[in-house]
């Protein structure tokens, strides 16, 4: 069969090569890309800044700037292939490199042979916009560097053009960029510039590339943004991406992170996922079926989280390595919390089979929350994730980044589950006694299946019931269980009760006998350890 | 901080053939890092943090209160300094003064960072064996 395919394959016409085509075909200059040093950056650039392209990095006082460009530098210049680093007045540039070698990019050895820092305040004090060029050009010339840089190229231009009209403006940018440019040389020019500036500023006309940085300031939290206005030659991932500085510099969190279908590897076949409670698995017509988004939504004290160890503590018993991702409580209170159930997780976790993620509260961006997740999800090879719980989630972020929950946590859900894993997410909902919600994100079109827990008002006691509400890939049980959560876990205690109905408003209304009810211990001790 | 622009000035002593050979030895350790610094933090730059040395060092050595610094950088008028003053007295002052350049660099980017500098001025000294404890500025 494969032999006649070949034959086949062989036998059929070769398509003549149109003469034409073939000389109207001359190779495409291939654009080289130089890393940014910056993770994640890359990603969102479509690959790294194109070589000997014109930049601009923009943004206001104390977005990055300044940290951004270093991180260029130090990725890219070598001794061969230098980097020039013009300096004006502003940041002085002994309290620069005070400040930037506090980076772990910081490399001491490449200052001086890979990277020279070059001042340009007294030209830019004493002369006018060609002395400017001038230096730049015999620096440029002395170094042959791969990469240049201005900061700040705003103070150089509105000193250095004090007096000089819009004409002498233009033409010095446009001379400094041929120039540059025909030197081979990447160019990054950092300013302190406003978005209105873009219309009229010639700058940005001539420049290949515009990063804009900024950082808004909502109640007590700031966020980090990155646009990338254009990028001449490639295409990058368009819209405003958040990042962080820290010790290591700026890392960014593209906006499609985990969405490429490249990374794509998502599970869809029909294996059923046990829970770990298997008469919620007979509920759920086998078990939550793999590659799915599982929200389990109820009220304060219904056993979410436990549930949801269930489910973490099955898979590992199965081999299948796990994240929890805890918003609200301390990994290490959440691992103590599952023993006093009886689920052990400690082992594993000690194994590396299970990452436990206490994501630091309050000024984080979802970007930044699904990057942690997909990383622990390639560090353990994770099969099952656990986020605990969707409330805490929102709390954890930024104001700003609040606004746009809903669109955020689309793009994670798809991330995440295109990574491979099966989401359990937990949500808190209050309990009203008029209908039931699944939760207040109208959120629940993320999710495959719901489950949804539901505190019932039964005998004289406040018990718990649970119910499948959906599950998009098939059909489920139609039933609403009662369950307890002893020192086993949870425990689904008692089939289907035809002796109520209205269970699901929390009041129900007795139809059957009414048994005779003796004096009892509470059906739900609390666990002890 | 002291044997650092001892040993510096030992090694300018004895080169009379380098840049600068016309300035006083104990003065020509500034001067060539004024050439080297101001390029990258700029004239004006070099000659505040030379400035802010030169206050430190008239405290231990007085006659350093009336030595001026031109717009550019470079100490004024040192040669005259030189044949009015005791041989060891003039010595000591571009010691001191050397010293308290270091030790501001130092205080600013970090011994490491400094030293890196030193090096691509006087690549021949030895240095590893400098010791910048804490407080050890003067």
Redesign the interface.
Known sequence: MKTEAIMKKQSRPTKPASPKKVRNQPAKVTIRKLPTGVRGLDEILGGGVPELSFNIIAGTPGCGKTTLAHQIVFANATPRKPALYFTVLGEPAIKMLRYQQQYSFFDQSKLGQAIRFFNLSDVVTEQDLNAVLEEIIRQVKASNPGIVVVDSFRTVVRKAAAGASEGDMQMFIQRLAQFLTSWEATTFLVGEYVPEEMRDNPVFTVADGLFWLSQVTERNSVGRKLQVFKLRGQASVPGLHTFRIDDDGLQAFSRSLGMNSKDMNGLRGRRRLSTGIPELDQMMNGGLIEGDSLLVAGPSGTGKSALATHFIAEGLRRGEAAIVALFEERPQGYVDRAASLGMHLKTPQQKGKLEVLYLRPLDLSVDEITHEILEAIRQVGAKRLVIDSLVGFEMALAPGFREDFRESLYRMIVALTGAGVTILTTVEVEDNFTSLQYSHYTVSFLTDDIIRLRSVEIDGQLRKVIAVIKMRGGNHSKDIREYVITDKGVVVIHPRSTDYERLITGIPTRTGPRPPQADEAAPEPKATK | MRNFARRLIGQEAGDTKSYGAQIPAAFRGCEKLRLHL????????FRT?LARALALSAREVPWLRVVRIKT?GPLERLDEFEAQLDRNDFTEGGEVLLAHLLGL?VA???A??TL?LVR?VWPKVPLDDLDFGEGNRG
């Open positions: 101001a390029t990258f933090m700029g004239n004006a730059g943090v550019d660099l600013f980017i970090g490491s960072l890196r691509d």
